[in-house]
């Protein structure tokens, strides 16, 4: 068992998609394949479930990856602490957040960062970022950007970089709220607008708290995974949402959407830098965790 196997096991457990992983870590099909089967005849048990369309991890995989991630941390770790030059940090750390959060907060993040560690190299992934959490905690990720929860699961370090107010939207060019719901959310007047929700997070949490102080049953037209296409469904017209202030300003479809002043507000959102706790004394999460600041 070679680190490269494992770094392909890793790969393909993340996308399980046999043909993009073998065009993303340059490896033929063929020898994907054969990789992957010499795992699973080692271990002695399938480590993924194939059929004609889908690729998907069986129990025992699940273990692996976990395995195979500290596995490769050690590795990387120890190679690190042989270098002869050992102020260079080199290796693979990966970080995970929304496509907002890539524009919003990775150029100042990383452009320093960067600059201290050449060799370091990153694995952008970007998603919903109600996943964040969850993400760091199964060790898909080293470091990911999400918004606070209420409260922190343990073994969870949470590194604040910005907070945003979280927004009602609307279409800009239909009326989907009157001014008597808009200042007066009721059951009655509320019980037609259609809602297009978070599948799960923290906004999601807000606005079913917020939803039910006001005795609302929300009629839900969608629920979406991630904040950006909760834009693009509300801006044509489908109903309305709740996404963070951060998410409008860099939202292209930012001119099709209206926002609503809601009174109460919802509680705003912590946005920040999430990782396992007991893994802030490896190296190179070390390093990302406590990098200078711009400037
Ligand atoms: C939670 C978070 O990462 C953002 C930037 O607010 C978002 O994408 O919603």
């Known amino acids: 068992m070679d680190a490269r196997s494992l770094r392909l096991f890793l790969a393909l457990a993340d996308s399980l998609h046999f043909g993009r992983t073998s065009r993303e870590q340059h490896v033929s099909p063929s020898a994907l394949s054969r990789i992957i089967r010499q795992l699973e005849d080692t271990l002695g048990t399938p480590l993924f479930l194939r059929d004609n369309r889908s690729v998907t991890l069986t129990r025992e995989g699940l273990r692996f990856r976990e395995y195979a991630a500290?596995?490769?941390?050690?590795?990387d770790t120890l190679q690190q602490e042989l270098r002869q030059d050992g102020d260079t940090l080199r290796g693979e750390l990966s970080l995970y957040c929304s496509v907002t959060a890539s524009y919003s907060f990775l150029y100042d993040i990383l452009s320093r960062f960067r600059h201290d560690h050449p060799r370091i190299e990153l694995k952008l992934h970007t998603g919903d970022p109600a996943q964040a959490v969850e993400r760091v905690r199964e060790a898909r990720e080293d470091i990911a950007i999400g918004a606070r929860p209420d409260s922190l699961p343990a073994g969870i370090a949470f590194q604040p970089i910005a907070r945003s107010d979280l927004r009602f939207i609307g279409p800009l060019d239909t009326l989907a709220l009157s001014d008597e719901q808009v200042r007066q959310p009721s059951p009655e007047n509320w019980r037609d607008v259609p809602m297009i929700l978070s599948e799960e997070g923290l906004?999601?949490?807000?606005?079913?708290?917020w939803l039910r102080r006001h005795g609302i049953r929300p009629r839900i037209y969608a629920?979406?995974?991630?904040?950006?296409?909760i834009v693009s469904m509300v801006s044509l017209g489908f109903g309305i949402g709740v996404v963070p202030q951060i998410v409008l300003d860099s939202s292209p479809l930012a001119g099709h959407i209206r926002s609503y002043d809601i009174e109460p507000p919802l509680a705003p959102y912590d946005i920040g830098l999430f990782a396992l706790e007991k893994r802030l004394k490896e190296p190179l999460v070390r390093a990302f965790w406590e990098r200078r600041a711009e400037g």
């Open 223 to 229: 629920q979406v995974s991630g904040n950006e296409a």
């Open 70 to 75: 500290g596995v490769l941390r050690d590795w």
């Open 203 to 209: 906004a999601r949490t807000r606005i079913e708290r």
